[in-house]
């Protein structure tokens, strides 16, 4: 690690990475990996075993997970764990919730944290970004406002390492998202984990994308885009509300149990030592 890394130099090395869609890696597909996706996380952990062998990792994040559930589901097996480094995105799909008590889920979220905080280990939080969705959904940024700036004060009340999503200018380019306009695209997972490194102090080659200015689309092209975006995207989504159901209902954690990952080929290799019949889905 570089000398004013966050994490220990020596002994055990331990990440767990909690949370939702967000961490588990929605956007960044890649069919290889559990789940289908890849990630920012996934990604930290390959260049923290590049820079210092013996890292473990797990993650335990699901998509459409409320923050109650990542408290009910997630917490125990992390502390079970023993980590050395712990990151935690939660509460963003409480936010999209109508009725949301915004004063409870903070003090729910401080109780999370106040759990991981006690275990020593090096505790990484996040604010949300402001996604530019559709217009219906900015009444919602004064929620995404107040949880940003409680996620800020829990942060230095906690001693925790804080990635201020909120304020990276890169991701107002729209082709850092995926086509549901909600997760990151892979491009995304790469500069969030760069982002990620530079703030726990552990080398890195993660360069930002570099394109050229986006074409303004015709009307006829955004159009044609915002039907796209109705039909794949936002009816499908409040099918699954008015039925009660999540994309996360049938899935299992990614990693649920700390591996050791390869300095030379990655998480893929892991899996890819594995039989058929062994790998996760």
């Given at each position: 690690m570089c000398a004013d890394s966050l994490l220990p130099s020596s002994g055990r090395r331990v990440f767990v990475a909690l949370g939702d869609s967000f961490t588990e890696g929605v956007g960044d597909r890649d069919e290889r990996l559990p789940n289908g996706v890849r990630g920012w996380a996934d990604r930290v952990a390959e260049k923290l075993a590049k820079a210092e062998p013996g890292w473990r990792y797990a993650n335990l994040a699901i998509r459409s997970k409320r923050l109650r559930q990542i408290i009910g589901e997630q917490l125990e097996p992390?502390?079970?764990?023993?980590?050395?480094?712990?990151?935690?995105?939660?509460?963003?799909?409480?936010?999209?919730?109508?009725?949301?008590?915004?004063?409870?889920?903070?003090?729910?979220?401080?109780?999370?944290?106040?759990?991981?905080?006690?275990?020593?280990a090096t505790l990484v939080l996040f604010t949300g970004f402001d996604v530019k969705v559709s217009a219906l959904l900015e009444p919602l940024k004064k929620r995404n406002t107040v949880y940003n700036q409680g996620v800020r004060e829990i942060a230095a009340k906690y001693g925790a390492v804080l990635v201020d999503y909120w304020c990276l200018d890169a991701f107002h380019d729209r082709r850092m998202w995926d086509s549901d306009r909600l997760h990151m695209s892979k491009a995304g997972h790469k500069y969030l984990a760069g982002q990620v490194l530079d703030q726990l102090g552990v080398p890195h080659k993660i360069k930002p994308k570099e394109w050229d200015p986006p074409a303004r689309p015709s009307l006829r092209e955004w159009e044609r885009r915002q039907r796209r975006w109705v039909n794949d995207w936002v009816l499908p989504l409040f099918g699954r509300k008015i039925r009660g159901i999540t994309l996360g209902d049938a899935l299992s954690p990614r990693w649920p149990e700390p591996v050791t990952v390869p300095r030379k080929g990655g998480l893929k290799k892991i899996v890819g030592e594995q039989p058929a019949q062994a790998r996760p889905t």
């Open positions: 992390a502390l079970a764990m023993r980590p050395t480094l712990v990151t935690l995105y939660a509460g963003g799909n409480d936010i999209l919730d109508l009725g949301t008590d915004m004063a409870a889920l903070m003090e729910d979220y401080e109780k999370l944290v106040a759990s991981l905080a006690g275990t020593g």
